[in-house]
């Protein structure tokens, strides 16, 4: 009786055993399918998007921040204004974390090119700095891109800082974003350098995307945000902001070709507008020079002068003439220089090759003036 019994408990425990390994079975089956079926999506969301990591931390600041400019300047660029704030903020903060000077025109360059400044696909940056919907780029062999910077996760874990000061590295907050793109900026251009610069800048984004065509339309991006962000506009009552120069303290050297008293530049861009000058010379257009650089107190008086009606001067302490980086030309050709002469016309066209720039909005208005960031 007891055999019969433990047999038949045996022949039940076996019979159960089969069963659940029976569902196992099943269950492996269901897991295996459920992975081919959705694996295109899930996994690759949950590998590529690494957890928040310990970062250098930024104490977020608008002090000394005109809100009412930035609102204006936001509005001109057509970027949100969050957007705007966090790269002046990045910018202000970034020297003393990455040792790189980056400007913020730049930082918004890379950020509209990646992300459309994070608005891709109808994503905002929320009140905690989060770009949601969270932004990913396409599955590639190295990870999913992440976030309003997209970098790949072997870069965020390079790069990945903390610029938000909440004490986590997310690449879908739009200020840590930016700070790791400084920071990614500024190993690729070797580090201690001014990212301002056009060639240091350009090395940086040539280490961040290797495609000279990605370079190049960043940096467009990039110098009109910062030919635009120099805008002139008046304001009645304002004699002067700022103190002399404006532009880098280099050292200023006599130029030729100028048909004005004490015609001086800074050392390092004189030669530039020379070489485009020459050129243009060479092309049979008798180009001078009118004007160049400018104390703060011939500024001052300049401007004085404009806000009682005549003339046309920027604010003592912001024109590049100050800093010796800015003429205003003309030609015995055309006894003026401007769109349509052939003199205006070949400066324009070349100059840029030579860092020499006329800011297309001012043109109307100003068109005899070239300088070193068009404004």
Known sequence: MVAAVAAAYGARKAARKSRKARNVAV????????????????????????????????????????????????????????????????????????GCATPWWLLLGVARAESGGGTHDGASIDDDWVVRPLIFGPPTPYGR??????????????????????????????????????????????????LSQETAARAGL?????????????????????????????????????????????????I????????????????????????????????????????????TALYARYLAGGGLAARPGTSNHEGGQAVDLSWTGGGGIGPGDGAWECVKDNGPRFGVYQDPSITSRD??????TGN
């Open 145 to 194: 891109a992440l976030g309003p910077a997209q970098f790949i996760p072997s870069s965020w874990d390079l790069f990945g800082l903390d610029g938000s000061g909440d004490g986590v590295a997310d690449p879908h907050n739009f200020l840590d974003a930016l700070l790791a793109m400084a920071k990614h900026l500024c190993s690729s251009a070797g580090g201690g350098v001014d």
């Open 367 to 372: 068109s005899v003036h070239f300088s070193a």
């Open 27 to 98: 269950v492996l089956v269901v897991l295996v399918v459920a992975t081919f079926m959705v694996g295109a999506v899930v996994p690759d969301m949950i590998e590529d998007d690494p957890p928040p990591k310990p970062g250098p931390t930024v104490t977020m600041s608008l002090d000394g921040l005109d809100i009412g400019q930035l609102t204006s300047l936001a509005a001109v660029f057509d970027v949100p204004l969050k957007a705007l704030l966090g790269a002046v903020t990045i910018a202000r903060a970034a020297p003393s974390i990455t």
């Open 256 to 299: 030729p070709l100028c048909d004005a008293s004490d015609c001086e530049l800074d050392a390092a861009w004189a030669p530039k507008l020379l070489g485009v000058l020459n050129l243009c010379r060479a092309q049979g257009f008798d180009i001078y020079i009118i004007s160049a650089n400018r104390t703060y107190a011939e500024q």
């Open 206 to 254: 040539i280490g961040y995307n290797h495609d000279q065509g990605y370079v190049n339309t960043v940096w467009g991006y990039a110098v009109d945000y910062r030919v635009g962000s120099t805008r002139f506009q008046p304001v009645a009552g304002d004699t002067g902001v700022g103190a002399e120069p404006a532009g880098p303290a280099g050292t200023l050297v006599s």
